[in-house]
């Protein structure tokens, strides 16, 4: 293979590798040992960790990809490919991935080789706390000529891109607060607060392919790149010194996604301002965390923010900043996470760490791990938050809720699909599109099992993504230079073949390329289709060469035009289908990636020459990097689902009677299907006209029966019992013999019904104190009410909502909606207390929607009598076969003037596949201890 640079020696073991970055590589910006040695993270922990993990900056750090950047398994099986196919190149990497390494010039040799235990850092605290702005606006970074990180003009515009980082030369940390009461030198930036800031390392290109190749590895319609072309000319005429980092060499492009989007433009104050669909998700989220600092969406200090990179990234939290007394409270305290969608690093990292794989950072601490494990879940978060899902007739509709491409980052097998399950009337499987399951494969002959998306093509359904390619010009420059016609570009998922060599793309037709993950070698972008955020330019973005590809999607506005934030899919139900369940999933690391990392390794590193290896072995272990459910939509056909026929709601008898402290109170009985827990609700004998219920329906042949017990303490409501129905078998939980609430048996019931088969999960509500709830007049126009998650947290009154007013004839928008998203598979069941508020009958309905669907017709015809008897509207539905997005609301509609008082609202759902429901029922759980205890204020 041809060596591009002159300086080349023989280093670790047989393999050729760059004691000195040849010149393609370098860039501008603070060069190694300029600036001094960046601090270690252990000296930060001494104030900024172990005093609150919620929010202090050194955990929530830790455990995020930023912290293990060094430690990645994909980055260093993706050095090992790109120091074979540019000697030298992984010096780029290790800019980024590993700061301390990088500064302290120990990335040479360039493989990786030269980097010692105090460079796992990633990027480390110092390095992001000694940044300057590179357009020497505000403080001055060090850059000395020719490495100067700006087009030097007045004023100077900077090089945000591909670690071009120009840092302060003092002892000082640099930070957005005047009154940081630290005990080391600091200085304000208003850089740390700039839209600009993520870009310096989150715009990624390639200097080498941006200098040498014949396109300069841009698209199609970019302005031209001022670049030498000739192998080893001197840094002051190479494209990364006479351009802006993204004219040249695609990478990735998620700073200039986020710069061409319209939410870069825009003050979270302004949040109401957006269309409607994207006051959601991760964007809601911002702007939410952002109400923390009391300013209507500004920052605390009453400076204007913006939707940007660490809004979402580096999200506002109330907490101090460190462990010192004097430290002040702040209601804007960047959390410290900088969590992306990448939640599989996390398994991969620990299982290389405990089976001695681990390239650089092995030995992790407890709490790095325990670090590691709570990034993963914040991961999973900001997936969940990233998109939507809307169903109009047979049109599925996917919202970008980012400020970048949907999905975003470097497409190293990342990518987002649509699986839908049709099923016929009696729930059969008709077809599945985008199907995810198990293939054979052939390693060195060997078949093993592997788990991908079967269907690669996307037949009836759309897969999210970006091809990064070589062209057959750039294939014959490179052939022309010395690289060998025979190295593989790409091989048969299955066989392991090699399906394509670079000598056949150089001799293919004019115009032709080929699609790789050589991403050192690849000079063109031959598909992205990756959905664009809100108001994305099409002149920005195509100056910024971060068009989608074709240009013609989304709407094709062309100049001066901005593209669509969703894509439109248009359904192709099989005969017979009666309901599709659709699911948005996001997978960060495919097995056809994690192949070619194996394969294309020749193994001519010593030091490199196991990472292919051990990364198809932590992948295999850790669970493939199994898609994860951004989002759920339910297709139905026209007729719609059909009605429960299991539906039933119960009405107490309107008589009250006097509760005895202690006393003994016998529960309802009944003989029903579906064998629910039975539950009760009391009050103290100081409360005239308690009254209490038992919901849901029970199982005689279960064994349950009818005099479980009930007791009641004094001074609060209290559910003080509970019982599951598994294989038959009652349990009892809640209290012991001298009727008081075991506490630690009710959340063993909690966690034993979210996990166990054939079980019903339920809320419950216990020890709030007795007070008068008021009520929502709902009789003006537009009234509707909605409470969120399918819980009551928002309902005034802990648990009652009074809501009078209804109009007489049925209307959609004056009714109270309960959204549950994503609580269980199957059986999904709603139960709700209801009792008439004002004389006169009142009428109500419940209906249910899926997945932002339409809305179906579920109990109806409940008479409300004007009693003081609290009844119980509820059923199960079946056909809720997916994890999915529910919503649930009550319409009342009766005589003017009339209205009801709404109480405690149960979400039950069956769990019956305890191993994939596991994260769930952690969610929940947190969920249900902020949220779910409300009492019944009114007897």
């Not at 304000?188 to 989150?202: E, L, V, W």
């Not at 599709?580 to 070619?596: C, G, H, K, N, R």
């Amino acid at each position: 293979m041809f060596v591009i640079t002159t300086i080349a020696f023989t280093c670790a073991g047989s393999a050729l590798c760059a004691l000195v970055e040849p010149n393609e590589i370098r860039q501008p910006g603070t060069q190694p040992n300029e600036a001094g040695s960046l601090e270690s993270e252990t000296k930060c922990s001494n104030c900024h960790a172990g005093y609150d993990s919620a929010v202090e900056p050194h955990f929530n750090w830790s455990g995020g990809m930023m912290a293990n950047a060094s430690r990645d398994p994909i980055f260093w099986a993706t050095v090992a490919i790109a120091e074979q196919d540019f000697d030298g190149s992984g010096d780029l990497c290790i800019r980024c991935h590993s700061t301390p390494g990088w500064y302290a010039n120990r990335s040479k040799p360039t493989d990786g080789s030269g980097l010692t235990a105090a460079d796992a850092e990633g990027v480390s605290c110092d390095a992001c706390h000694k940044m300057t702005n590179p357009d020497d606006s505000e403080l001055l970074g060090v850059m000395n000529a020719p490495f100067i990180a700006n087009d030097q003009a007045t004023p100077a515009t900077g090089y945000y891109g591909t670690g071009m980082l120009s840092l302060w030369g003092g002892s000082a940390k640099l930070g957005p607060y005047l009154d940081a009461a630290a005990t080391h030198q600091f200085l304000q930036s208003q850089f740390h607060r700039s839209r600009d800031y993520c870009g310096s390392c989150h715009d990624v290109s390639n200097p080498a392919v941006g200098d040498l190749a014949h396109n300069n590895g841009t698209q199609p319609t970019a302005d031209p790149v001022i670049a030498s072309g000739t192998p080893g000319s001197p840094v002051t005429t190479k494209a990364a010194f006479t351009n802006f980092p993204y004219r040249y060499g695609i990478v990735e492009r998620t700073f200039s996604e986020f710069k061409a989007g319209a939410l870069s433009q825009t003050l979270v104050s302004n949040y109401t301002g957006l269309p409607a669909e994207l006051r959601a998700g991760a964007i809601r989220d911002a702007y939410t965390n952002s109400l923390t600092a009391l300013t209507g969406g500004n920052y605390a200090d009453g400076s204007p923010r913006y939707f940007s990179c660490q809004t979402c990234h580096v999200p506002p939290r109330t907490g101090y900043g460190c462990n010192k007394s004097v430290a002040p409270l702040r209601r804007d305290l960047p959390l410290h996470d900088q969590t992306g969608g990448n939640y599989w690093a996390a398994d991969a990292i620990v299982y290389q760490n405990a089976n001695g794989l681990l390239r650089l950072g092995s030995g992790l601490t407890v709490v790095q791990t325990q670090a590691l494990a709570a990034a993963k879940g914040r991961a999973r978060r900001q997936l969940g938050m990233a998109a939507s899902l809307w169903l109009n007739g047979t049109t599925l509709t996917v919202v970008n809720l980012t400020g970048h491409k949907l999905i975003s980052g470097y497409p190293e097998g990342r990518r987002m699909w649509i699986n839908m399950k049709w099923h016929d009337g009696g729930g059969m499987l008709l077809r599945e599109d985008g199907a995810y399951g198990t293939m054979t494969a052939y390693t060195n002959g060997i078949a093993i099992s592997v788990r991908s998306l079967l269907d690669l093509s996307g037949t009836n359904t759309r897969i999210y993504e970006a091809h990064y390619a070589m062209t057959k010009e750039w294939a014959a420059q490179l052939v022309a230079l010395g690289y060998p016609t025979n190295l593989p570009l790409s091989f048969d998922r299955v066989t392991g073949a090699v399906t394509q060599r670079l000598g056949d793309l150089a001799a293919a037709a004019t115009g032709t390329h080929a699609e790789t993950f050589h991403f050192v070698l690849n000079n063109h972008v031959g598909k992205d289709n990756r959905i664009p955020p809100y108001g994305f330019s099409y002149n920005e973005a195509r100056r910024r060469n971060a068009l989608p590809v074709p240009a013609s999607q989304y709407g094709n506005p062309g100049a001066g035009g901005a593209y669509r934030h969703w894509d439109e899919l248009a359904l192709n139900p099989p005969p017979g289908a009666a309901r599709a369940d659709i699911s948005l999933l996001y997978q960060p690391t495919s097995w056809e990636y994690v192949q070619f990392l194996y394969l294309a390794n020749n193994r001519s590193n010593a030091f490199l020459a196991n990472e292919g290896v051990n990364m198809v072995r932590t992948w295999l272990a850790t669970g493939m990097a199994e898609p994860y459910v951004m989002a759920t939509a339910t297709w139905h056909g026209a007729a719609g689902p059909a009605v429960a026929s299991n539906t039933v709601w119960l009405v107490l008898p309107p008589s009250a009677s006097t509760a005895v402290v202690g006393q003994s109170i016998a529960f309802l009985s009944a003989s029903l299907s579906n064998g629910i827990a039975q539950y009760g609700f009391g009050r103290t004998s100081n409360n005239v006209g308690w009254t209490w219920l038992a919901a849901g329906p029970t199982n005689a042949a279960g064994g349950y029966g009818a005099t479980n017990l009930l007791r009641f303490m004094s001074g609060n409501w209290h559910i003080a019992a509970r019982w599951i129905r598994d294989g038959g078998v009652t349990t009892n939980y809640g209290w012991n013999a001298a009727g008081q609430i075991n506490r630690s048996a009710l959340d063993a019931a909690e966690r034993a019904c979210l996990v166990t088969s054939s079980v019903y999960s339920t809320i419950w509500s216990f020890g709030y104190p007795d007070h008068t709830a008021p009520t929502q007049d709902m009789s003006a126009s537009n009234s509707r009410i909605t409470i969120a998650q399918g819980l009551v947290s928002n309902i005034p009154g802990n648990g009652l909502l009074g809501v009078h007013g209804f109009p007489a004839a049925r209307s959609a928008a004056s009714n109270v909606t309960f959204t549950s998203l994503r609580l269980g598979r199957q059986n999904m069941g709603f139960y709700c207390m209801l009792r008439a508020a004002q004389h006169g009958v009142v009428t109500v309905e419940v209906q249910y929607a899926e997945g932002g669907g339409s809305w179906v017709d579920w109990i109806g015809g409940i008479a409300l009598a004007e009693t003081d008897a609290w009844q119980v509207a509820g059923g199960s539905e079946a056909s809720f076969g997916a994890l999915e997005a529910l919503s649930f609301r009550i319409i009342a509609y009766g005589q003017a003037g009339g209205g009801i008082e709404i109480g405690e609202t149960q979400i039950s759902a069956l769990v019956p596949e305890p191993a994939a429901m596991l994260a769930l029922a952690a969610a929940f759980m947190t969920a249900r201890h902020r949220r779910f205890r409300h009492s019944l204020p009114r007897g």
